[in-house]
Each structure stands twice: as C-alpha cells, then as structure tokens.
C-alpha cells in the first residue's frame, strides 16, 4: 500500500527514555532508576488527585464531557484570561500542536523553529504539508538569534514556534523580542504576513514569568499549557492553550471531542484546585535546579546552560564522550539522561537532565563526577 508521502518521509520522533526500558537493558531494578531525562515533576501528583480518581472509577462507563466547562474557569483563573479564551487538550499540550495544523494548514504554509527546540512542532506539522525554516539560538550566549527569525519571516510564513524557556536550552525570550517579531507577523501592525505566533510556555511556573499580557496587544497569539510539567500529571495528558475567542472558537470545531478522559479531567480539576501543591512544586522544583547548576558548574570537563526551566543542557564536548556514549555511563548507574543528538541544530555532545529529588540530585552528581572523573 502506498502512504502519503508526507508519512513515507517523516523522521520518527525520538522521546525520552522509560524507567522500564532501562531496567530491561541494563538489568537495573525499576524502583532504584533515578530519572532525569523528561522534565517531569519528582515528586510525584497532588496527593488528592489519587482520591479523585478512584471515586471517579465507577463513571468510566460513561463517555466523558466534552466542554469541561469548570476546568476551563480554572485554567483561565490561573492564567488571568477569561475561560472563552481556553482550549484543553486530552493528549496534553501535543493535542492542541495537532489542532494548530488542522485549524490553519494549507500545504505549502511554511511554519518557523529556531534550533535546538522542541522537535515535536515539526513532527505533528510536516504531515499536513507545511514546510519548516529554521531560525537559532545562539548557543554562545544562550539568547534567541532574533535577526534569523525575522530575517526567516516572509509572505508564506503561517505560523512561528518560540519556546520560552526555550527546551532544551532552558532560555527565555524577551518581551521585547517577541514585540519585533509580532510587529513583522501582524499586517495591521505593518507587518509583511499574517501569521500566528505561538509561545510555548509548558515551563514558564520556574521562570516565574508569563507573555499572556501580550495577547491585550496582539490577535495573533497562541500560547501553549501543560500540566505534564510542574503540574505532576504527564502520564494523564492534558494540555491547554490561551489565545483570543475567536481562534479559540475555530480550533473548537476540529478538536477531538472526547479526547480528555473522565479520569484525567477530575486529575486536572483537582490538581489546579491545590494551590498548595502548585506552589509547593514551583519552589521545590527551582531549588533542585539551582543546586543541579551550581555543582555542575564547578566541574571542568563540561558548560551546563543557565536555565529558567525545570532542565539544563550540558556542553560535554570536551569531556571526550559523546552524548550516546555519556548517555550509556548513565544507565549502566541506573540514571536516565536526555541523549540530545536527535534534537535539530545542534551536535552530538549535549545531554539534558531534569530536575529530581534534593537526594537523587546528590546522587546523580556523584555518578557524573565518577564518570568524568571531577
Ligand atoms: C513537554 C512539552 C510540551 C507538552 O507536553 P504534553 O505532555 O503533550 O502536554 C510542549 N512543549 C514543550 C516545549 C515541552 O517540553
């Protein structure tokens, strides 16, 4: 049978690694992995959120909401927008990606990355037949290369992916630099198209700043949620996106209807409905990382990049492995670590490695200056 050839021609995505696929290969215990790889909370859900759902169980004959009208208000509560704004995702904020493409591409639209950055946004893009140009971060001085996005924009550019914090370099985006590239995208602010700008803001609880102000003096904003991260609720998929009510509207005509099951919506209601918690995993999370830095930082053999994120790259190019090879170190310690090679726009000596435990931080140092020889 012969596919579409945008299948036939599509790179597979390359995720994290399991805790259980480690524990195969390398004959490690599951319960001992100590898991940086994929940016999750450590410290597991809100601790309500499992009472939640068993009283939920008995439900699950029952085809789930489709409007989750309650969890809306409380997505735009938190996020200072009113709930006509919100669109959520049932396979989290990968969901809402896919809705992009279905609401507003036309084969041949070109869409904007500056590399490295999440390579999921060309995954779910290229099968609709939009075509992607490349912009960068400066990895000398870990900011955006602003002028390769603008200079990258022209009359097909439909759609432009900024990630602040940018993932993997853990970076933000200023405001201002958003601004010049919302002015050019924009044909009522004389801009060259009439593209849509969406900021990816699946980490911004650790910076401890939001762009959603900027949707006051822009239409053309999407800006994407998840609770995969800070939240605690990856393996339940919910994501969500903020943008004007008229975009919103459209993209609710070609969601999936049913995709947030009944488990993972009590799951969300709950968990936004715990402040307690919320800020708990904030705090605790910027801790982590910061500890993570600082003794990275002293090591000589590698640069770590500062990071406003729950995660930070490691340069390990002078260290004499590569990222495969690190990456391996690793799991034979029982440590999972994000191999980088598979991420675009940058070479095979980066690892990326999330936040964990105080405890498990400590370990993971020790295994990282074992193998280095720090
Ligand atoms: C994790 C992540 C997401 C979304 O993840 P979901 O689990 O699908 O909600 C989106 N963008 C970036 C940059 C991420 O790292």
Redesign the pocket.
Known sequence: MQVRREVEELDPYVPGRSKEEIAQEFGVKKEDIIKLGS?ENPWGPSPKVKEAIEEELKNINRYPESDVEALKKEFAKYSNVSPEQIIV?G?????L?DTLAKTFIEKGDEFIVPLP??M?YEFLFKPYGAIPHYARWNLETNTLDLDSVLDAINEKTKMLFL?SP??PTGALISQDEFRAILNKTSKSKGGVCDALVVI?E??FEYSETTNVNLLDEYDNIFI?R????VLGL?GM???YGISSKEIIEYMHRIKPVFSLTKLSYVAALTTMQDKEYIEESIKKGIESREYLYNEINKMKSVKVYKSYSNFMLIDIHDTGFTAAELTKEFMKRGMIVRDCTSFKGIDEYYIRISICTLEEDAKFIEAMKDILNE
Do not use: F
Request: include cysteine; aromatic fraction near 12%.
């Open positions: 940016n995702g396979d989290g904020a990968d969901e990606i950055s999440y999921y990630c940018n993932n990816d699946a980490y994407i998840t609770m995969s991260k990856a998929r919910i994501g």
